[in-house]
């Protein structure tokens, strides 16, 4: 036994809150019991000494010691059902060992003071009375093994004391085993105490090793909680990201599916965004991006769930019943909240957007249903690209252009296509001379399954579909193989979509194309539409000035319709303009579409650019433009698109003598 073990002999072990705490929990059941077992031994002495030993030691001191004992009893059996604090447990604990000798001294004191008065056997029952209860107390107090060590000792050194004295063999031997038997037992509980003890300290182990496992765990469930918003949200703008935006739809989608909820789904993009990011970088294209979450996030409140999906596109879906007039109420709130200008440290940024909605009808599924509104906000942008609407609700009307549209993608995307496409060729005409300027290559289809399927139809739907570069190139390496056998002062004029400029690359393969076809950039026009210039000003200005220093030259197409603008012509490094014909219409009656012709022709000359007046049909209409001064024109008056096939026999026909008949048939 180690000296810190041989403290504890004496002491009550502090400084160890379980070990006191698990100590007074033992003897709240085992003290109780050695203080009954006490007063039993007790009284059953009493009754050996009643008759003969004087009142005072077998009635008022057994009394009085029986109260001390009944109060301490008492006093643990409460603590049986309430749990204390340390500083109570360790308090009782001390007090028990101070007391433990004490009520032993007492107690052995009274019953060698009954000795005198009895005979032998009585004399017997009072080694014996001290003897087997000293060992109860032993066994009873083995985890508090100072209180038993002093309870031992007392008894011991009383018993031996006295009976060694007594000059009696017989108790002397008693005294002997007791002794003995008391040395024994201490040894015993001092090792099962000793395995109490380090039971303690293991469970302590455990619990800590327990608390060390959950405080993992919950620092787990925290960072899988994190890792589950950084998967979910969107870290630029802190709303719903595209994964979240799916899982929600899909979930929303059921829900209306099961009859529960009513499913909107808006889907918004913003128009202009590029051009910021292009023009001041990407840092305050992020910052307008967080603003405009910002407004997006103050108008959708309550049961509008906002995402942003990428980019400079959001999405929303609605839980609610709302009618058309709603729909199309909040779409227009979000337009106009978005069309405020943004006030940024770096610039004050002007945007807009475009909005489409679908609504969830029987039948549809997730898929068609993101389809119906991706289409109305395609349309949203078309429109808008004309100047209208911003916002579109996909109703019965879209649906049959859907399935057109879709029809289209597909076969579009047959592998027969390629020989189903052709060019055909509109010559473009010296409105004095008559000659022959040049050639528009315009793109026809003759599916087998559609039949003839107008470019107006075909092209948005490549568009759509992604299938606009592949087509643009098959359509131009075909214009190219027939414009190589025009004569070298003939013209070809290719059109060009929004998603063509696109990427500066792809317009530098064109090029490339060119070369490859033995035919000189110069002779080659591109013609851009408005719309796709103002789809991304930026690209569509390097794309532009790619084009421009290979040679070729860039014709502004449709000039006039939707958006026009006319810091577009000072921008771009143009080479013409081409009227739209929708300005030739009644143009003999002086329409508004005269002053326009007019102006425009104006226009062409102050910037010292060509012009081309498209859609003349009648020698009338031919007649104004040549009044205006009006030097090129393009219309059914000369010729109808013809094949490439029909181009040679057309320019030997044309002698260059603006009297000719027209060459309306020869389409
Ligand atoms: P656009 O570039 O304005 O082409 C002129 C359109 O006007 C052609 O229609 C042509 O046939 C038609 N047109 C010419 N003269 C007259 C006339 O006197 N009266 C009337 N009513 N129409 C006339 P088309 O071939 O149906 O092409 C429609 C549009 O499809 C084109 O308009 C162009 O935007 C687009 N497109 C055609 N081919 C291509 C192509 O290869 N690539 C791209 N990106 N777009 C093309
Ligand atoms: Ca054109
Ligand atoms: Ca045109």
Known sequence: MNFRKLKYLFLV?????????????????QIPMMYSLLLVNTWALVATFWNIAPPSLTFYIPLVLSVMI???????????????????????????????????????????ALYPYGDAYAQGHIAFYMGITVVGCIFSLMHMLSAAFYVTAVVNIAFIVFFGFSGNQVFMAIAMNLILVSVVLLVIVSINYDRFVSLIASRRQLMQQQNELMQKQKETLEL???????ANLDSLTNLPNRRCFFSEFTENHASAVAGKAPLVIGLIDLDGFKAVNDMYGHAVGDKL??????????????????????????????????TDENMMQIGHNLCTVLEAPFNLAEATLSISASIGFARWQDGIDCDDLYENADFALYSAKRSRDAGSTHVVLFGKAHEARVQRTKLLEKALRSVTVADE??????????????????????????????????????????ERGGLIDRLTLMLFRQALSCAASWPGDIRLSFNLSAANIAKTDYVRGLVDEIHTYGIAPERIDFEITETAIIRDVYQAQEAI?????SGVRISLDDFGTGYSSL???HRFPLDKIKIDRSFLTNIVEKSAGYGIVKSLLNLS??????????????????????????????????????????VPAYLASSDGGISQEPAVSRA
């Open 13 to 29: 072990p502090s400084g160890d809150p379980e070990l006191t705490l698990a100590q007074f929990d033992a003897n709240t059941r």
């Open 70 to 112: 009944v109060l301490r009893l008492v006093t643990w059996w409460r603590s049986i059902s309430e749990r204390p604090d340390i500083a109570v447990a360790l308090h009782s604990l001390k007090r028990t060992n101070l007391l433990a000798p004490i009520i032993a001294a007492c107690f052995s004191a009274w019953c060698l």
């Open 224 to 230: 899988s909680n994190e890792n589950y918003r950084l």
């Open 289 to 322: 991006l967080v603003s405009v979450a910002e407004r997006l996030r103050a108008t959708c409140q309550g049961d509008l769930l906002l995402s942003r999906l990428g980019g400079d596109e959001f999405a929303i879906l609605i839980s609610l019943e709302l």
């Open 421 to 462: 496409m052709s060019v055909a060729f509109q010559p473009v005409v010296d409105v004095n001379s008559g000659a022959v300027l040049a050639f528009e290559a315009l793109a026809r289809w003759t599916s087998p399954t559609l039949g003839a399927v107008p470019p107006s139809d075909f092209i948005p739907a490549a």
């Open 545 to 549: 000035a790619e084009l421009k220093r």
């Open 567 to 569: 810091s577009h012509l």
């Open 605 to 646: 000359r102050d910037m010292n650019i060509g012009c081309v007046i498209e859609g003349v049909e009648t020698e009338e209409e031919l007649a104004i433009v040549r009044s205006l001064g009006g030097e090129m024109v393009q219309g059914y008056y000369f010729s109808r698109p013809i094949s490439g096939d029909a």
